[in-house]
DNA sequence: AGCACGCCGACT
DNA sequence: GTCGGCGTGCTC
């Protein structure tokens, strides 16, 4: 080894997924010239071959073996300068594998591990002799080929296509057809009645498209769809998965007429200001529910395309987010698109490709659309930037994608507009500090009032029997707006019906075998269902324990409540809007196109209800139970908490007619319940950040959570502890001040068939942190910990389950 | 992380 | 006898 003279190689890091510390040194045989940061190769790592992505130069420091890499995978970069440095900074300070955070970046034909593919073009008059044997126009080059002209000479595969004798498209052979399937629709619904009467099934005609299986259930067969097709009664059509849900989104076309009130203009002029004088700087607009945040959006974006620049708009889930989308593609059309999980492969690339190209000026996006490869960037702006959404916490990067749009703005040196209605408790502290600007929205426009609110204690006004949910005053409320043809929106904080199956006589609740939590009873199917592994078993007609056959089915959900309101309300029955029905964009988006076409007045759901609903009809919103999310043992359910009941609250009266709400509580005289009633964002802010002080909490902190796991739990409670000695020691020996808590069993001690202990460390210096632990893992694998012992570290976490 | 290799238990 | 399940170790 040490007589190899290394002086003329040319070395270089490059990143590959797999371990925390993903950098490792190759040589770059010179005849690649000079390659660009984040450039794709392809690399041998250990016995297989992997991708790569060009960092930077490096000197080898150990005593290891060094590999060159086989060849560059691309011939450029896809990355540009701004959003290399964030994926960098990403792995950096949220412990994360480099190429993880890159590959973050590229649309899932890009993340392939199948090597790109080329096909011949034009003519094979420059080829060597030896490979004109494999020339066949505008077909694939074989393999046997590829590797003749690897053989070859180095860069003659380069030549090749830069001589455009050779295309290269990149995986192209593993794009997946487009997902279609086929829809009917009704035709001639006056004929139906004689063309059914005699024949052996007699459907009834309905509106809109419905797919095959949905005719199924409404008694056709195979037979009598393919004759109804051939005698006009059906008509087929192809449905392409749709880009952007049209369903809900139609574009706002009136938007000319709508003109910014005073505050919104102030805004709007402020904030330009800003970006016209191009500098970092964060805003954070607090502005109450239905105040016209996206409008002032919308006027920001159109000034920055003015200048030529483009914008990048974060929102939570993208499907719950129509409103905002319909006034993007209202305001500019076809300069917009959108990046979610909806999306086919292939239109990911073909967003990803226009975005690039600059045919999009806007992109909008949830979190992953942090990493679009947006050229000349002017603006950030986070919507409900509050919403937990925004952090991934599996897998890595376990990143905060609005902590890190503000990181992307100050490497671009450009403004960020941080907008919510219940700001979160380190964005307000931070605009309070002169950190960030807070600007404000206080009214909503065209003389829509902010809804009323009343605190209902339920200790007194429940109903018997099994509806506890409802309170006298609620059901009546209800009642009076269903007369009125208004809708209503009911939340709930929790999905599920009867949550758990617990035994009459002895007490049992079956748990899971797994995790150790109990199983949730789902009545549909009579399962029983792990929520964190999945594990699914029929429910049993007798206890298991003791023989009993009665059970209490303990808890109330969604499903519950949904089948209740028939029974209370006449016969109406409610739309449910949870994880048990939404499953899938198309089934969420009929849910709320049905909702906001009238189909039912009702609709009932848990969280997905709370997000930037914009439903016009709304009068009254109930909140089952105020009191769910405020035994959780976490230092964010009080926040949550506010800011879902104020969120759900502002769904009601958006338009000209009043709004109200009805908050149901066990503890009406609960400080945090008021606040949230009398819409108070301050006084629940000031007493929320005093307990934060308190507690060392952020934004006072920051947190880093270790999670180690492990089967063997004797080695695992050893390991932890020795961990925590050795952090200790570590932190002291660089003089960074943190507070160590624990080890101590997760939330969620077993899962997986793992036992699970947590360490909580607060501190003021997470970036040393996260350089200390890269320094320690480096030089002593595991952190010395037996390698049975899993460690995951999640920086700035959400929750600690 | 993800893969390959190796050790052991079940089955032809 | 061999197939494949999972536990362990390594990657410039």
Known sequence: ????????????????????????????????????RGQRVLVPFGKIKKIGYYIGPGQPTGSYKIKSIIRPIDLDSY??????????????????????????????????????????SGSEATLPDNLTKFFKNGKKVSPAALNEIDKHEKDLLKNLINNKVIIEKPFEDNIPERPTSKIYNGLNPEMWEEYFRNKNIHPLPFDGYLKKKELLVRGWTDYYIKSAVNDKILCVSAEI???????????????????????????????????????????????????????????????????????????????????????FKGFFD?????????????????????????????????????????????????????????????????????????????????PIVLGSATPSVESYYQALSGKYKLVQLTKRPAGAALPTVRIIDMKSSGLKGDLTYFSYTLKKEIEI??????????????????????????????????????????????????????????????????????????????????????????????????SDTATGNFRLRKILHNFSSGKSNILLGTQMVTKGLDMPGVTLVGVLSADMLLDMPDFRSSERTFSQILQVAGRSGRAEKPGEVLIQTYYPE???????????????????IESRKALFYPPFSRLVNFIFSSANEKKLESDALNFRNQIQQ????????????????????????????????????????????????????????????????????????
């Open 481 to 578: 707006r269903l007369k009125k043809d208004e809708q209503i929106i009911l939340f709930l904080n929790r999905r599920g019906y009867s949550p758990q199956l617990k035994c009459a006589k002895c007490g049992d609740v079956p748990g899971c075998p797994n995790c150790q939590v109990k199983l949730n009873y789902h009545r549909s199917g009579r399962k029983l269902t792990c929520h964190y592994c999945g594990y699914t078993t029929f429910s049993r007609d007798l206890c298991e324990k003791c023989g009993s056959k009665d059970f209490l089915y303990h808890g109330t959900g969604t499903q519950k409540v949904e089948e209740s309101i028939p029974r209370l309300f006449n016969g109406t029955k409610p739309l449910r809007l949870d």
């Open 241 to 327: 998965r749709s880009f952007i849900p049209d369903d809900i989104i139609t574009p706002r076309v009136d938007l000319d007429q709508i003109e910014l009130n005073d505050e919104q203009a102030l805004l709007v002029s402020e904030i330009f200001k800003s970006i016209q004088e191009s500098g970092f700087r964060p805003f954070l607009l607090h502005g109450v529910t239905g105040s016209g945040k996206t409008i002032v959006y919308c006027h920001l974006a159109e000034k920055v395309l003015d200048q030529n620049k483009s914008v990048l708009v974060l929102t939570p889930e993208i499907a719950l987010t129509g409103a905002t989308l319909a006034y």
């Open 730 to 801: 570590k932190l002291s020996e660089t003089n960074i001040s943190a507070t160590i808590l624990g080890p101590a069993p997760c939330a969620l001690y077993y899962l997986r068939n793992k036992f699970r202990r947590n360490l909580l460390l607060k501190t003021r210096q997470v970036m040393k942190v996260s350089r200390l632990i890269k320094d320690w893992e480096l030089e002593n694998k595991n952190f010395g910990l037996s390698s049975t012992i899993k460690v995951v570290i999640d920086i700035d976490p959400d929750d600690m389950m």
């Open 334 to 414: 076809k300069a917009v698109t959108v990046v979610h999980s909806g999306m086919s492969d292939n239109e990911r690339m073909e967003s990803f490709n226009g975005i690039r190209d600059g045919k999009y000026k806007i992109v909008i996006g949830p979190r992953s659309a942090l990493f679009a490869s947006l050229p000349n960037l002017g603006l950030i702006i986070v919507d409900e930037e509050h919403d937990s959404s925004y952090k991934q916490s599996d897998p890595s990067p376990r990143f905060q994608g609005r902590d890190c749009a503000i990181m992307r703005a100050k490497i671009n040196n450009i």
């Open 670 to 688: 609960n400080d945090l319940i008021i606040n949230a009633a009398n819409q108070d964002y301050k006084s629940f802010f000031d007493k929320e």
């Open 79 to 120: 990355f540009t300068d701004d959003l290399f440095t964030m994926c960098l900074w990403i792995a950096e300070y949220y412990c994360a594998n480099p190429a993880d955070c890159l590959t973050a970046a590229l649309p899932p034909l890009l993340k392939s591990k199948i090597k790109p593919n080329y096909f011949w």
């Open 1 to 36: 080894m040490t007589s190899i003279n290394h002086s003329k190689k040319n070395f270089a890091f490059i990143a590959v997924s797999g371990p925390r510390q993903g950098l490792f040194l190759y040589d770059i045989p010179s005849e690649y010239g000079k390659l660009k």
